[in-house]
């Protein structure tokens, strides 16, 4: 009996793969094919007589769990699960009850035979509790990624179950999916359901608190970055500033030179000949002076190089 309940579950397997396969509409010669084939084995068994029929059953039974066991070669769009692979090889590695690290996993054996002082064991700690609330909010956005195709996961795993097929990864990642699903959406937790969920909360709360501070820093750490860029630009401006001034000055006196040290020179011969404006003018001839460049000749005013022997 038991058998035949089977059996039947397997012809149901089976069907649904056909379905998805497609008989006429897939331009996939080999999909096509291999849903031709299998039609073909479940009309025998329908057609076939009580005396042939057992064989056939196991027959077309067999080709159908061999071909579930090969579902992962099936064209695109045609494999049960397909919807869910992407997220189901990331569940995969988001077991929050997994306590190998998901980060530096190398490195962070390597620390962990070592001695730690104090310090780094908090922090290794606070690492490890940040490692754990990170999956459980990654395991929360995937779950609800995987609503759309959870349904039909669901039925695949039914069918697959009454069929005794053998299970592979998907089987306890979907469950995982829809025990977290569950869990969120129960309106009647037990003791075990809660402190579960109640963990979660307050780890996720420090998760919380830890980002914000950490917020806070960065904040903190770009105002300052700002200040002091600014001060640096205004010092830089000032010091650009002061350079530019030194540079022309230097010009002028070579220029200055040339024109008063064979003969003084007046404040508009000056002008005229350096096309400068007489405050800037005034201004450079009286640091040339305290600098003992020029002599200022009086009766008329003028200006002349003073030579170093």
Not at 167 to 178: C, K, R
Not at 196 to 207: A, G
Request: charged share 35%.
């Amino acid at each position: 009996m038991v058998e035949s309940v089977r059996c039947k579950a397997t012809l149901e397997l089976g069907r649904k793969l056909v379905k998805e396969l497609g008989l006429d509409q897939s331009v996939d010669t080999l999909g096509r094919w291999m849903a031709h084939y299998i039609a073909e084995l479940i009309q025998d068994v329908g057609k076939a007589s009580a005396e042939e029929k057992p064989a056939k059953m196991q027959a077309c039974c067999d080709a159908i769990l061999n071909l579930w066991k090969h579902r992962h070669m099936l064209p695109d769009g045609k494999r049960p699960f397909e919807e869910l692979e992407p997220i189901l090889r990331t569940l995969e590695s988001l077991d929050p009850e997994d306590d190998t690290p998901r980060y530096f996993r190398s490195v962070r054996a390597v620390v962990d035979d070592a001695e730690e002082n104090d310090e780094t064991k908090s922090w290794l700690k606070l690492i490890d509790g940040l490692d754990y609330s990170a999956k459980i909010l990654i395991r929360y956005c995937l779950t609800q990624a995987a609503q759309n195709a959870l349904d039909k996961c669901l039925e695949w795993v039914s069918l697959a179950d009454a069929a005794g097929a053998d299970e592979s990864a998907e089987f306890p990642l979907v469950n995982v999916i829809v025990e977290e699903d569950s869990l969120l959406k129960a309106s009647d937790l037990d003791e075990k359901e809660k402190k579960h969920i109640e963990d979660r909360i307050k780890r996720l709360e420090s998760f919380g608190e830890m980002a914000m501070a950490l917020v806070s820093e960065l904040h903190k750490d770009v105002q300052e970055t700002r200040v002091n860029r600014d001060g640096m630009v205004a010092q830089n401006d000032d010091a650009s500033s002061r350079l530019e001034d030194l540079e022309f000055y230097d010009l002028f006196l070579r220029k200055v030179r040339a024109l008063c040290a064979d003969s003084p020179k007046t404040m508009n011969d000056l002008v005229d000949a350096l096309q400068l404006k007489k405050t800037q003018l005034n201004d450079w001839l009286k640091l040339a002076v305290d600098d003992e460049k020029l002599k200022k000749l009086a009766r008329p005013v003028r200006y002349k190089w003073i030579t170093t022997e």
